[in-house]
């Protein structure tokens, strides 16, 4: 029984996942709910690329605003202006950022703890200025149009996209953390000098989860851009890297679920409490301080150790010490 | 040649700004090892605090700057005190998301009360023309009241037994807390500093510039650049590099494209930082 009960809980919620649009097709303001569960979507896929480099690799990268809006524009203009099919231009969306990733992480990567914070942070400024400056390159205030496919046009069919990547991001990153290369990340996420004594290249583990991890942020700005149908400068905005690291903190860093459950209950809670405005944030900045102080291993993690503890204490006791 | 002449008092002026708030950075961040991110919204907090001291309570431009700086000091205080203390022994990366937690909280209280920006009237608001450059007075006020402040820190920290306590901790934690130095205390004291100093620099900077929520963001940034090519802890790297960026940032705004400025201080940043990964001048490892 035991052993089933992990497949089978994923199965239940893959199942509410799949029945959702269906149920909120039904009713007329529900049909507008679809799309709210889309972008937090697209959320949890940005959530989970930066789980990857912060969570298991310990290197806070606070570009990833700046990497999902360059995904989104390279998608948009692939699109739009150079006239490539939709979905070798998501691909191509993928490999710009990935590529940028890798070439912005050569430097970077060689520092290490808030240093790599503020590093990236002044690249995602950098972003952000030349977006907002180069007209040409951005579209303005107007921002860059994106038209996608006619079989695209029905909400739910794109919510169906986005589960479906979603599902695969989250393979894609289990697979990498069951690996060497995740027991390698996780390595220099404890201790960095005791993994180059062992023999594990740091530097080379860190600059390859970096870039898979801009590569996957790259494919959430490729899919805001399509759920959108249009980018304009603000998805390079630093607000965004803050954002999603809000969301992987209070969900729970270094494990799979804990993403998901960030940036989907928070964005969903956010769009729910629109009516606040600015305050949403005063509420958010404060619970984010209350959670690295009081819960650093967020909401999935404290639910994880409670469980444990639980077990310990009221469950059948273990194997009686010999 | 005067133009000229005139963008280099300007970038002094701005570079004013720069030196006391990297001061309060670099104290912090050599001393404590906190990358206390929230410092510029400590400075943004000031500025408003002047605002609604001057504008709504008709309290008088010097008198508002001393009450400015002390409560901003209280309020460094309760920052270490709430959130830093209970963070330490932890990764040092969790202390810089607390601040971004910070950052959220404080910027959202001042845009949700108050969206739009302001502008704070000047004490002296006149001219002066010198050697054919006019400049407001103000611009000449927050130049030398930077010196006044720099000038008291260093008397600060090199003739008081506080000041040396504070010295004695930015060369050796572990010894300064051997010798009976209270590291906690020291670490309150640094964050009071620190802030009133961030405090000086709001209330002389907002009556030449207008307030807004959102203006500590890239000003924190800008001192961390400050920061790290001065070397940590440094006070002579911050003051150097802060009067340095702000004449080659006047420099840019006047003859390369004012829309661009921001991208060169942070470029020269990711350079510099990926040629020495600790800094121009500090060997530590971070």
Same mark, same amino acid.
């Given at each position: 029984?035991?052993?089933? #009960?992990?497949?089978?809980?994923?199965?239940?919620?893959?199942?509410?996942?799949?029945?959702?649009? &269906?149920?909120?097709?039904? =009713?007329?303001?529900?049909?507008?709910?679809?799309? !709210?569960?889309?972008i937090a979507m697209i959320w949890a896929i940005a959530t989970l690329s930066l789980n990857l480099i912060l969570g298991y690799t310990g290197q806070a990268c606070l570009a990833h605003g700046a990497f999902f809006g360059i995904g989104a524009y390279a998608f948009a203009i692939c699109v739009e202006r150079v006239g490539i099919n939709f979905w070798p231009s998501i691909l191509i969306a993928c490999l710009v950022t990935a590529t940028l990733g890798f070439l912005v992480g050569l430097p970077s990567?060689?520092?290490? #703890?808030?240093?790599?914070? $503020?590093?990236?942070?002044?690249?995602? !400024?950098?972003?952000?200025?030349?977006?907002?400056? @180069?007209? @040409?390159?951005?579209? %303005?205030?107007?921002?860059?149009?994106?038209?996608?496919p006619s079989y695209l046009g029905e909400r739910w069919v794109r919510y169906y996209l986005v589960l479906a990547c979603l599902v695969l991001v989250l393979?894609?990153?289990?697979?990498?953390?069951?690996?060497? &290369? %995740? =027991? =390698?990340?996780?390595?220099?996420?404890?201790?960095?000098?005791?993994?180059?004594? /062992?023999?594990?290249? =740091?530097f080379r583990n860190k600059l390859l989860s970096f870039t898979v991890s801009c590569f996957l942020v790259g494919l959430a700005g490729a899919l805001f851009a399509m759920e959108k149908g249009s980018v304009d400068t603000t998805v390079t905005n630093y607000l965004y890297s803050f954002y999603i690291l809000i969301y992987l903190l $209070? #969900? +729970? /860093?270094?494990?799979?679920? +804990?993403?998901?459950?960030?940036?989907? #209950? $928070?964005?969903?809670?956010?769009?729910?409490?629109?009516?606040?405005?600015?305050?949403?944030? &005063?509420?958010? %900045?404060?619970? &984010?301080?209350?959670?690295?102080?009081?819960?650093?291993?967020?909401?999935?993690? %404290?639910?994880?150790?409670? @469980?444990e503890w639980a077990k310990d204490k009221w469950g059948k006791p273990a194997e009686a010490p010999e | 040649m005067s133009f000229f002449f005139k963008q280099i008092v300007i970038g002094i002026q701005l570079g004013s700004q720069y030196v006391l708030v990297a001061l309060g950075l670099t104290l912090i961040f050599g001393i404590l090892d906190i990358s206390h991110f929230a410092h510029g919204h400590m400075y943004m907090i000031g500025a408003y605090l002047l605002y609604i001291?001057?504008?709504?309570?008709?309290?008088?431009?010097?008198?508002?700057?001393?009450?400015?700086?002390?409560?901003?000091?209280?309020?460094?205080?309760?920052?270490?005190? *709430?959130i830093y203390r209970p963070l330490q022994g932890s990764p040092s990366i969790n202390s810089f998301i607390a601040a971004i937690g910070m950052i959220l909280f404080l910027e959202a209280l *001042?845009?949700?009360?108050?969206?739009?920006?302001?502008?704070?009237?000047?004490?002296?608001?006149?001219?002066?023309?010198?050697?054919?450059?006019t400049m407001e007075v103000q611009r000449l006020i927050v130049i030398a009241g930077a010196i006044i402040f720099i000038v008291l820190l260093q008397l600060f920290i090199k003739r008081t037994r506080l000041g040396t306590a504070i010295e004695a901790m930015a060369q050796d934690r572990e010894g300064a807390a051997l010798v009976g130095i209270s590291v906690s205390r020291m670490s309150a004291l640094t964050f009071a500093v620190a802030t009133a100093l961030a405090a000086a620099a709001a209330v002389l900077m907002a009556p030449v510039a207008y307030i807004a929520p959102e203006m500590g963001s890239v000003l924190v940034l800008k001192a961390f650049?400050?920061?790290?090519?001065?070397?940590?802890?440094?006070?002579?790297?911050?003051?150097?590099g802060g009067y340095l960026l702000g004449i080659l940032e006047a420099?840019?705004?006047?003859?390369?494209?004012?829309?661009?400025?921001?991208?060169?201080?942070?470029?020269?940043?990711?350079?510099?930082?990926?040629?020495?990964?600790?800094?121009?001048?500090?060997?530590?490892?971070?």
């Open positions: 029984m035991k052993k089933y #009960g992990k497949p089978a809980a994923l199965f239940v919620i893959l199942a509410i996942a799949i029945a959702l649009p &269906l149920l909120l097709n039904m =009713s007329r303001r529900g049909k507008f709910q679809i799309q !709210v569960f889309t990567l060689r520092t290490k #703890g808030p240093y790599f914070a $503020i590093v990236t942070l002044c690249f995602n !400024v950098i972003v952000y200025n030349v977006f907002e400056n @180069w007209t @040409w390159l951005s579209g %303005g205030i107007k921002g860059q149009t994106v038209t996608i393979i894609i990153e289990r697979q990498i953390v069951k690996s060497l &290369l %995740g =027991s =390698s990340l996780i390595a220099i996420r404890s201790n960095e000098n005791l993994t180059e004594a /062992v023999g594990i290249s =740091s $209070i #969900g +729970g /860093v270094a494990t799979l679920a +804990g993403p998901v459950v960030g940036a989907i #209950g $928070i964005f969903y809670l956010l769009e729910r409490i629109q009516s606040l405005k600015e305050f949403r944030f &005063l509420i958010f %900045g404060l619970i &984010l301080v209350v959670v690295i102080i009081y819960l650093p291993m967020g909401v999935v993690g %404290g639910i994880k150790q409670f @469980w | 001291l001057m504008v709504l309570g008709g309290v008088n431009y010097w008198l508002a700057l001393i009450i400015c700086m002390a409560a901003l000091a209280v309020a460094g205080v309760i920052v270490e005190r *709430v *001042v845009r949700g009360i108050q969206p739009t920006s302001l502008n704070v009237p000047k004490p002296i608001d006149r001219t002066v023309t010198f050697l054919g450059i650049v400050i920061v790290v090519l001065g070397g940590l802890g440094s006070i002579k790297g911050a003051i150097f420099l840019a705004i006047a003859y390369i494209s004012s829309a661009y400025k921001d991208v060169f201080a942070f470029g020269v940043l990711i350079i510099i930082l990926a040629i020495r990964p600790t800094g121009l001048f500090g060997g530590r490892e971070a």
